[in-house]
T-cell receptor, first 113, second 113 residues
């Protein structure tokens, strides 16, 4: 078990471009979470999947953000028409059914110029 | 709603000094409590957790005791090392089925020789 992995680790893009991030959870974890962390702050919840179903979305997740987990394994987070305010670290975490402990990936750091 | 308050950093200590990072929480019921650590440029790693009142979580020389009476979960270490320099986050799972985590703002620890 290699833990939660995320790709890419870093992404620099120009304002208005679309970006997509990938998260591979710990195998057999059926819960997957996305968080956003800005400089000097703790992570903030964005959205949550149980298997392939997206069960909860934060108000932070504007219409430009979309997340999928098509087969209940890996997940993607897409940001359309990026804005400078989207610059942050995007963290993915996974947990087992009924498990409270979430295990985090290394994150994808996004910089929007 | 549920919330976590951490002491503001940075905390600067000499190697082998005693460490305390304060964390207090507001929650419905008695959730599990977590400490995560984030090293520069990396994601979050679970440091320790406690699942009920009076439980003591411990790992790598760090300890924290779940105090229901004072709604606190302070992190302590008897002798810090330079390698402990990182940002420490206190967190709790929100009540409800998703168990999304609510984090404090983090406390940066800098240990010097």
């Amino acid at each position: 078990d290699t833990g939660v992995s995320q790709n890419p680790r870093h992404k620099i893009t120009k304002r208005g471009q679309n970006v997509t991030f990938r998260c591979d959870p710990i195998s057999e974890h059926n819960r997957l979470y996305w968080y956003r962390q800005t400089l000097g702050q703790g992570p903030e919840f964005l959205t949550y999947f149980q298997n392939e179903a997206q069960l909860e979305k934060s108000r932070l997740l504007s219409d430009r953000f979309s997340a999928e987990r098509p087969k209940g394994s890996f997940s993607t987070l897409e940001i359309q028409r990026t804005e400078q305010g989207d610059s942050a670290m995007y963290l993915c975490a996974s947990s087992s059914q009924g498990g409270e402990t979430q295990y985090f990936g290394p994150g994808t750091r996004l910089l929007v110029l | 709603g549920d919330s976590v308050t951490q002491m503001e950093g940075p905390v600067t200590l000499s190697e082998e000094a005693f460490l305390t990072i304060n964390c207090t929480y507001t929650a419905t019921g008695y959730p599990s409590l977590f400490w995560y650590v984030q090293y520069p440029g990396e994601g979050l790693q679970l440091l320790l957790k406690a699942t009920k009142a009076d439980d003591k979580g411990s790992n790598k020389g760090f300890e924290a005791t779940y105090r229901k009476e004072t709604t606190s979960f302070h992190l302590e270490k008897g002798s810090v090392q330079v390698s402990d320099s990182a940002v420490y986050f206190c967190a709790l799972p929100n009540t409800g089925t998703a168990s999304k985590l609510t984090f404090g703002t983090g406390t940066r620890l800098q240990v010097t020789l």
